[in-house]
């Protein structure tokens, strides 16, 4: 009988939780919407040429042949209508400012979203846009870039590591 009350009082606490339109719930929407994109453009800020083979090896598996890459000085306006993907080093666009969130800024020493600073070398940034047409992994050094290959990311809209460890992560408010 114990079990049987246990049972039933875990089944109304995960109704009640999984009714709600619980933000947790959507994890991974935004690597979807970025996945589903006709045509994906990995767009290179300054960033040393081992790690972009690494992750033109990456992209190969994970978008197929659904992927090219670019500097950010050969976009142009149709590029700007599919889906892109910058990496680099956080200062090492021209016009990033134009496809950034709102809450998120370059600043001198790296970046900012909300009120929050990074400007440790061992900062880095996984996010997506709101639509879901932007990926931004930008980071305060190489190494900041590369820490990423071994930690978990991409299921929520944004994570910021420091030191190799996650430490904000969530979704931006629309």
């Known amino acids: 009988m114990k079990y049987?009350?246990?049972l039933i009082l875990c089944i109304f606490v995960s109704t009640i939780l999984y009714a709600q339109d619980y933000p947790r719930l959507n994890l991974w929407t935004h690597n979807e919407k970025f996945s589903e994109g006709d045509s994906i453009i990995m767009v290179k800020g300054y960033v040393s040429p081992e790690l972009i083979n690494e992750y033109n090896e990456i992209c190969e598996v994970r978008f197929k042949e659904n992927y090219k890459t670019k500097n950010e000085s050969e976009l142009n306006e149709n590029?700007?209508?599919?889906?892109?993907f910058f990496i680099g080093l956080s200062n090492g666009f021209k016009h990033i400012d134009k496809f950034l969130p709102s809450a998120f800024k370059i600043i001198n020493d790296g970046f900012a979203i909300g009120p929050y600073k990074f400007t440790d070398s061992l900062d880095v940034i996984w996010m997506y846009s709101n639509d879901g047409k932007r990926l931004f992994h930008l980071g305060n050094s190489m190494e900041a870039l590369r820490s990423t290959f071994a930690i978990n990311i991409g299921m929520e809209q944004?994570?910021?590591?420091?030191?190799?460890?996650p430490t904000h992560f969530g979704n931006l408010k629309r």
Do not use: A
Not at 160 to 165: D, E, G, R
């Open 4 to 6: 049987l009350k246990s």
């Open 79 to 84: 590029s700007e209508k599919q889906h892109l």
């Open 158 to 165: 944004y994570t910021i590591v420091h030191n190799h460890k």
